[in-house]
């Protein structure tokens, strides 16, 4: 019974580099959430995707983020040329229906820039 | 812009008592309302969802939504320190596809 899950759980970057953050969702699911918790504060939803397609990627900051969940394989959360300032927990959800579906959590992705 | 308010405590409450953890929201076409569970350094764990006015109970925790008065609260019976943990609020509006968290309620449970 495997839940979401993601890959790496750690990840230490410097700046200027890519950052990779992958997310595989719950059997049966095909509705995936991108969410971050910077230190000190609340989940910030990020992006929502179906499979081939993003549905919603307003909370998404406009340059260097990138996501894509395509027909074959995980999720993918992109950061291009990091900043200290991406210093944090990523957390995919996914859920079976829609958006108005209970999201289950995977165990996250902490990134470190150094 | 949608909002979740929650006291950020901590809050402390003997073993074996009932916590009581609330939350108001200002999106008034919120629908769908979580309650997740997040152990430090850890990823939110769903508690209990509820959609409709009223209480809903499961076991030792018990949801309560008020859509008028833009409130819902949980209730912990029995408080065990294993209970010790930050509480997020969470709801998803009729206009939005994300769950919108609040800053969560930081609970502990004292033997």
């Known amino acids: 019974n495997a839940g979401v899950m993601q890959n790496p759980r750690h990840l230490v970057r410097r700046r200027g580099q890519e950052a990779r953050l992958r997310c595989s969702p719950m059997k049966g699911h095909s509705h995936v959430y991108w969410y971050r918790q910077l230190p000190e504060e609340g989940l910030k939803f990020m992006v929502y995707l179906q499979k081939e397609n993003i549905i919603d990627e307003s909370g998404m900051p406009k340059e260097r983020f990138s996501a894509e969940f395509p027909k074959e394989g995980p999720s993918i959360l992109r950061i291009q040329q990091v900043v200290r300032g991406d210093s944090a927990a990523y957390f995919c959800?996914?859920?079976?229906?829609?958006?108005?579906?209970?999201?289950?959590f995977g165990p996250g992705t902490r990134l470190t820039v150094l | 812009q949608k909002e979740v308010e929650q006291n950020s405590g901590p809050l402390s409450v003997p073993e074996g008592a009932i916590a009581s953890l609330n939350c108001t929201y200002s999106d008034r076409g919120s629908q769908s309302f979580f309650w997740y569970r997040q152990y430090s350094g850890k990823s939110p764990e769903l508690i209990m969802f509820i959609y409709s006015n009223g209480d809903k109970e499961d076991g030792r925790f018990t949801a309560q939504l008020n859509k008028a008065s833009q409130y819902v609260s949980l209730l912990i019976r029995d408080s065990q320190p294993s209970d010790s943990a930050t509480y997020l609020c969470?709801?998803?509006?009729?206009?939005?596809?994300?769950?919108?968290f609040g800053k969560g309620t930081s609970l502990l449970v004292t033997p």
């Open positions: 959800a996914s859920s079976p229906r829609d958006h108005t579906d209970t999201q289950y």
């Open positions: 969470a709801f998803v509006s009729n206009s939005g596809y994300a769950l919108n």
